[in-house]
């Protein structure tokens, strides 16, 4: 069985300040894990994923996740907020290395507001 | 190369009428899934396809909901009759082969009134 828990279901930083959305998994196997963002009004876009390579993580938008096995998270940083980062923000886990066909189990969501 | 594409974007009905959501993966892509978000949850996987088959059904809430890929292109989700619960964003996406990384379209919002 996976899992997927995010801390806090909205998160408020002011305009450059460093983004932290917190992220944390179980996995019955080492997993695939993601990030996907949701715009006001549009569909889940794929920030970034961990597919067992680096554990540092670079996505779009100047967005990056660190995979720590040891606390089992896949936290969401960004250095400076921009105003256009304002969206909702979900972290899924996916079992890695299953050849595919795999369902991805999300996170309940965190909305990030930038405040200006 | 076109995206995930769902229809309609919004769709307002009443309880015990009959709802159908289309969704057209990314072409080439045989894996195609169905999740729904109901409001303030989380987003939860409903059935997988591979190509025409389906390939795992184990979130379809009950059997007021049918979901169909006919010649492994574009998939339906029928719901009827439809209830209050069944209220929601519906997402469909898509991936390659054995990639990991599934494509979603923006939802079809379906609100049961």
């Known amino acids: 069985a996976q899992s997927v828990t995010q801390l806090g279901s909205h998160v408020s930083v002011s305009e450059g300040a460093l983004v932290l959305l917190r992220c944390n998994y179980s996995?019955?196997?080492?997993?695939?894990l993601f990030w996907y963002v949701q715009y006001p009004n549009q569909g889940l876009q794929l920030l970034l994923k961990?597919?067992?390579?680096?554990?540092l993580v670079k996505g779009i938008n100047g967005f990056e996740a660190e995979f720590k096995k040891s606390e089992t998270s896949f936290h969401l940083t960004k250095p400076s907020a921009h105003m256009s980062d304002a969206a909702e923000y979900f972290c899924?886990?996916?079992?890695?290395?299953?050849?595919?066909?795999?369902?991805?189990?999300f996170g309940t969501g965190t909305k990030l507001q930038v405040i200006p | 190369e076109a995206g995930v594409t769902q229809f309609p974007s919004h769709s307002v009905i009443e309880k015990g009428q009959t709802v159908t959501l289309r969704c057209d993966p990314i072409s080439g892509h045989d894996n195609l899934y169905w999740y729904r978000r109901v409001m303030g949850k989380e987003i939860k996987f409903l059935l997988h396809f591979v190509k025409e088959s389906k390939q795992d059904e184990s979130g379809m809430p009950n059997n007021r909901f049918l979901a169909e890929r006919t010649g492994g292109t574009y998939s339906t989700l029928k719901v009827q009759p439809a209830e209050l619960e069944d209220s929601g964003v519906y997402f469909c996406?898509?991936?390659?082969?054995?990639?990991?990384?599934?494509?979603f379209g923006p939802g079809t919002r379906l609100l049961v009134l």
């Open positions: 996995s019955s196997v080492p997993p695939y």
């Open positions: 996406a898509s991936s390659r082969g054995t990639e990991e990384t599934q494509y």
């Open positions: 961990y597919t067992s390579a680096a554990t």
């Open positions: 899924a886990v996916s079992k890695g290395n299953s050849g595919g066909y795999q369902k991805v189990t």
